[in-house]
């Protein structure tokens, strides 16, 4: 048996992160429009007023996603809607954290004051990374396309690179502070998540304005046009670092990961098939067999459900950006879908085969009707 098979055979791994807000889906304005709230004894609207232009949240640091304090605006009653954008951001936080369970909402109190923390102490080197400017971070012929937005455009520009930002500051800070950092995700002990560090704002514009428009045309399947979410964090492989990554599947619709550097060795990426839940562990196909050699500056994007992992990194240094990037209209679609996932691999294959043995039976049928006729 080749190394490949038993990789797409292995059991895969979920990779999680343990951030509040990010592991578990955004909750929707509309599973809470008719709860009271305690302390001010005001009552959300039970209908959305459409007709409202809400805040914009995007310069704050806020618990929640910015895009769900925008949603939940339309449902405040019009006591609170007259009140200043601190006053409401309160309002709907309280409201938010309540319909938390109770394990759920200390530590999201945790992590509020971990990054309060972090913001209050961390010395950022590069201030221009915080604001997303095009025209700094990606090369001309890359951002013409997105703005053109056709699938033609998109895919002119597959193969080329995209982003070429520097992160070298935080492991240093990290050491020198000796602040106890919350890692990326369960599988990483190197990196931080970007979010923590204040650059929420800056990847959520990446992800609107880039990386949804690229998803519409490549994985729209998978909600790839209605990304509404995202965990952003980079993770650190070499020596005195993560080694590999094990194979897995992402907490993501849409995964972006962008090679940031530097010297290295090793660190291939090896995908192995999209799989839904229930195929997860199920054999790897030939034709699915892709491996990709990192390259520094550019950027791969892939399903999350794509099975993957990361060979060892044997010398060198190697920094890594990603971005989950996640859909809370396709994971509520998803939850009601009980079976043939059109984006997996082995739902395609039993449904082809069904449709197959279909065909089979009627062809049988049909030559029996006719051997009856003749006869
Ligand atoms: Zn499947």
Redesign the pocket.
């Known amino acids: 048996m080749s190394s490949d098979r038993r990789e797409g055979q292995q059991e895969t791994t979920v990779n999680g992160n343990g951030a509040v807000g990010s592991n578990s889906q955004p909750v929707a304005p509309t599973t809470m429009r008719a709860t009271a709230t305690k302390n001010s004894g005001q009552r959300l609207r039970q209908n959305p007023n459409n007709e409202h232009r809400p805040d914009s949240y995007e310069d704050l640091q806020l618990d929640f996603p910015n895009s769900m304090y925008s949603s939940l605006e339309k449902y405040l009653p019009p006591s609170i809607l007259v009140l200043s954008r601190e006053e409401k951001v309160k309002f709907m936080t309280e409201i938010m954290l309540r319909h938390l369970p109770h394990g759920e909402r200390s530590r999201a109190q945790r992590h509020k004051d971990y990054r309060q923390k972090i913001i209050s102490n961390y010395q950022p080197l590069h201030r221009e990374l915080y604001t997303l400017v095009p025209a700094l971070c990606f090369v001309p012929t890359f951002i013409n396309a997105i703005n053109e937005g056709t699938e033609e455009s998109i895919k002119s520009i597959l193969s080329q690179p995209s982003t070429g930002v520097f992160i070298d500051n935080f492991e240093h800070w990290v050491g020198e502070t000796k602040f106890r950092i919350m890692r990326p995700n369960t599988m990483n002990k190197y990196g931080a998540v970007l979010d923590d560090f204040g650059l929420d704002t800056m990847l959520d514009k990446l992800m609107e304005c880039f990386i949804r428009p690229i998803s519409k045309v490549l994985f729209n399947d998978v909600g790839g046009a209605t990304l509404d979410s995202h965990h952003g964090f980079v993770v650190e492989y070499g020596k005195d670092r993560d080694v590999d990554l094990g194979f897995h599947v992402d907490d993501s619709e849409v995964t972006l990961n962008v090679c940031l550097g530097n010297q290295f060795v090793g660190g291939e990426l090896f995908f192995r098939g999209t799989?839904?839940e229930?195929?997860v562990n199920t054999a790897t196909k030939s034709d699915e067999i892709f491996d990709y050699c990192h390259v520094p500056g550019q950027a791969v994007l892939h399903r999350g459900r794509h099975r993957h992992g990361a060979r060892a990194t044997t010398a060198g240094h190697r920094v890594n950006m990603l971005l989950w990037c996640r859909s809370s209209v396709f994971r509520e679609l998803k939850s009601h879908q009980k079976e043939?996932?059109s984006w997996?691999g082995?739902?395609f294959c039993?449904k082809e085969e069904e449709k197959g043995r279909a065909i089979d039976a009627l062809r049988k049928k049909l030559f029996k009707v006719a051997r009856v006729t003749q006869a």
């Open positions: 799989r839904c229930k195929h043939f996932s997996c082995e739902c039993e």
